[in-house]
């Protein structure tokens, strides 16, 4: 049983074959790696991430660097799941975090049902790539295609946050979890690249609609011993859109780095 509906005319979406239908007979193919594309024709062609960007996130994500974050976000998520639960991870990326929570549910005893959605096409296809038993489609988190009051827990990492939308697809009581970067996070990399670096700037936590339930700092050091990596690591973050030539110059220039992540686990409980 799917929680995904029709972008078109809001049905509910069912698997035929290889595709989703909806009762209008509006059909959407699942593509061989597993996603379907729910995105909304109004979007235009390009959208999210591009592949460049995706790859080196994954190359990154991949050699463990943010693994000390991804294990506290399956720990707090395990603390608020219940034996049976219907996860939903708003702006999933190439699914790292995604596959990473729900493999650690299930090794707890936790039977999960989980979806993850991004705008990025190229970045769900290499979740979907994954094979971990997520349901993942094109969407996007301010037009999200899944049931209202269908998820007992949203996942939401570094992605926009979309207050009447978030609220919709929660149950009653249901949790959200939020991660952040915090006021410190990789200080040392914008010192490096900027003439006047700029700390994060952390907002209030009350949201309307939602009790706010706890925050946890996660902190750590990274040491990245290679350009490459160090390249890929900038390039995942939204300071590339917005760096110059002479930063860039600079950003070529380090063969090493050591560098603070600092981010915060936000938990919410919807409001009934």
Sequence with gaps: MSIFICPVCSEKLTISGKSYVCMKNHVFDIAKSGYVNLLNA????????????????????EKGYYLPLCRRVCEVTKKYAQKNCVLFDAG????????????FLEQSGIA???????????????????????????????????????????????????????????????YMVMVIPSENHLWELKK?????????????????????????????????????????????????????????ERLNALENLETQADFEILVYQKIQ
């Design 92 to 103: 999933c990326g190439e699914g790292y975090y995604t596959s990473s929570v729900k493999a």
């Design 42 to 61: 109004k979007h235009g062609k390009i959208h999210g991430d591009n592949k460049f960007m995706i790859q080196a996130r994954h190359n990154f994500l």
């Design 192 to 248: 490096a690249v900027y003439d006047k670096p700029y700390k994060n700037s952390v907002k209030p936590y009350e949201l309307d609609g939602f009790r706010h339930i706890s925050t946890e700092k996660v902190h750590f050091d990274m040491k990245i011993d290679n350009s490459a990596d160090v390249q890929s690591l900038f390039s995942m973050t939204p300071y590339y859109y917005k760096t110059g030539k002479s930063e860039q």
């Design 112 to 174: 999960v049902e989980m979806y993850g959605i991004d705008i990025s096409k190229d970045a769900v296809e290499m979740a979907s790539k994954r094979k971990s038993g997520v349901n993942f489609a094109v969407a996007s988190v301010f037009n999200i295609p899944v049931q209202s009051e269908s998820s007992d827990i949203l996942l939401t990492m570094f992605a926009p946050y979309c207050r009447d939308e978030y609220l919709r697809v929660l149950k009653n009581s249901g």
